[in-house]
């Protein structure tokens, strides 16, 4: 939706990115956060989630083959760089919530479903709480700021995209969609209906049908905004003066890529 060749550069070629560090700080966040539901209710303090830290680095850097050599000789200077207002996030977090009142049903849950199209909706979600009436509330956290009211639609998307998937999967349409944001504090709730998810079933197809045209045609235009100055890519880029490689030769089918959640705004 954003630029349908950073789509291609990332789905079809695989081109492989640099590691980001608010990319990587948001992983080790996310982690944290996942790992602080496994204490019993009473320990979940912000010093035990801080203590978490250094673990899950290590398994971030181990799970992720291009982080681990990037970070192959650090002598854990860097590390310290990167991992810099990990705590602060961590603490803004025990200010938005109070994880010894939560139990949540799910973590990293994997949602993926067949439409009846035969489109098939795959991700993950941060946090499943389900309420003793049986109603859900998807949590998602970001570790950025929030976005501006003209942009909250758009940050909404990924979260109608989770209530689709979820009320095909559980034909229940989730009942709150709440995203936390770390950054600064901020925190963004929508209630969904199912006019709202059918429209956005819609808008997927209509995705998807032109994703299927890109991929018979190779046409895949560069759409140039601000998300170029976080974009790998520029040097290949026509909107920046570049050349595409040639597209891959049989064309693979898009697949998702691996899950990172980060704070870049693609
Ligand atoms: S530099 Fe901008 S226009 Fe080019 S692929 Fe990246 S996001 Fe798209």
Redesign the pocket.
Known sequence: MT?P??YR?RVIDRIPEPPSQAATRGTVVHAVLEQLYDLPRGSRSLEAATALVPAVWQQVLSDDEELGSFFAEDDGSLATTWLDGTEALLATYFDLEDPTRLEPADRELALSVELDSGLVLRGYVDRLDVAPDGAMRVVDYKTGRAPREAFQQKALFQMRFYALALWRMKGEVPRLLQLLYLGDGQVIQYQPDEDDLVAMERKLLALASAIGTAMESGDWR????R??DW?A??SI?P??GGTPPPLPDPRPHPEPPTPLEGDSPG
Do not use: T
């Open positions: 630029c060749l950073l550069f560069p759409s140039p905004s998300l170029c974009c890519h520029q880029c909107a920046w």
